[in-house]
């Protein structure tokens, strides 16, 4: 059985329970994973290809993740005819939470495996570490976004622009 919540000038939102909500967090997760990857590659490639520092390189990697990840999610919401401060709105609502665990998992792994910043890009030691930096920051990701969703929040407030 779903649950309805309310939010303020907006209709309910329908609240999937059980292996649906799951569904839906593993989901949010996958679309987030894709837009802090995006981003995530571009920055440590671009930082790494000029040489910069690895806090350097982090911080851009981090700030293209979320300029990635936003857009993944605010294009769809104009497409729907939202204003553009509301589907601002909506958007930091649905994926900040989800980039900054996703980015925080991520880049805490690429620091500590032993050389992944240092490796350059053609060396599997990069691209492994990157892969399992991902991989492990989505798993850490679904029960946040979970927990976001059944509290009708996260991902949940875009579905409602969802025609």
Known sequence: ??????????????????????????????????????????????????????????????????????????????????????????TFAADTASITVMEVVDNAIMLVVPGAMDAGLTSWVFWGALAFALAVAFVVTVPVNRWLIARGKGHAVVHRYHH
């Not at 309805?4 to 679309?31: C, F, I, K």
């Not at 993944?72 to 553009?84: C, E, I, K, N, S």
Request: some cysteine.
């Open 1 to 90: 059985m779903s649950n309805h919540t309310t939010h303020a000038n907006h209709p309910p939102v329908s609240v999937p329970d059980g292996r649906a909500l799951w569904n839906q967090a593993a989901s949010a997760t996958l679309h987030c994973l894709t837009g802090c990857a995006i981003g995530e590659v571009l920055g440590l490639v671009i930082g790494t290809a000029l040489g910069l520092s690895n806090l350097a390189t982090i911080a851009l990697a981090i700030g293209l993740a979320f300029v990635f990840g936003y857009a993944l999610t605010l294009t769809p919401v104009l497409r729907a005819g939202v204003p553009l401060a509301t589907a601002l709105g909506v």
